[in-house]
């Protein structure tokens, strides 16, 4: 599985964006679906994930309610929806795939990668 990560740029606090992830390959649809952030100075860390059938989903709670995980398996693409940013959102944001769907996973369990996209809030 190959991930494409677009849609990330430049916005004020409190603004929206929409990243989308598009994966090629086969069999997106047995892969849980995960967005990653890193900040510039910290470690990457889990976002949100996105259950195969689309049905379930995780948050981190400093975007629950915030950040809406999504996937349309027939265009083989994963979205994240984020409204009300913050400046503290700053960070370049990875997409990844996963055989199964870990509620709180590591960076190990993740099996592909996108090449990350990078947000930056502005206050």
């Known amino acids: 599985v190959q991930l494409q990560a677009s849609g990330g740029g430049l916005v004020q606090a409190g603004g929206s964006l929409r990243l989308s992830c598009a994966a090629s390959?086969?069999?997106?649809?047995?892969?849980?679906m995960y967005w990653f952030r890193q900040a510039p100075g910290k470690e990457r860390e889990f976002v949100a994930v996105?259950?195969?059938?689309?049905?379930?989903?995780y948050y981190r709670d400093f975007v629950r309610g915030r950040f809406t995980i999504s996937r349309d398996n027939a265009k083989n693409t994963v979205y994240l929806q984020m409204n009300r940013l913050k400046p503290e959102d700053t960070a370049v944001y990875y997409c990844?795939?996963?055989?199964?769907?870990?509620?709180?996973?590591?960076?190990?369990?993740?099996?592909?990668w996108g090449q990350g996209t990078l947000v930056t809030v502005s206050s």
């Open positions: 990844g795939a996963a055989r199964y769907t870990y509620s709180r996973p590591t960076e190990g369990e993740i099996d592909y």
């Open positions: 390959g086969h069999s997106f649809s047995t892969y849980g």
């Open positions: 996105v259950s195969r059938s689309g049905g379930v989903t």
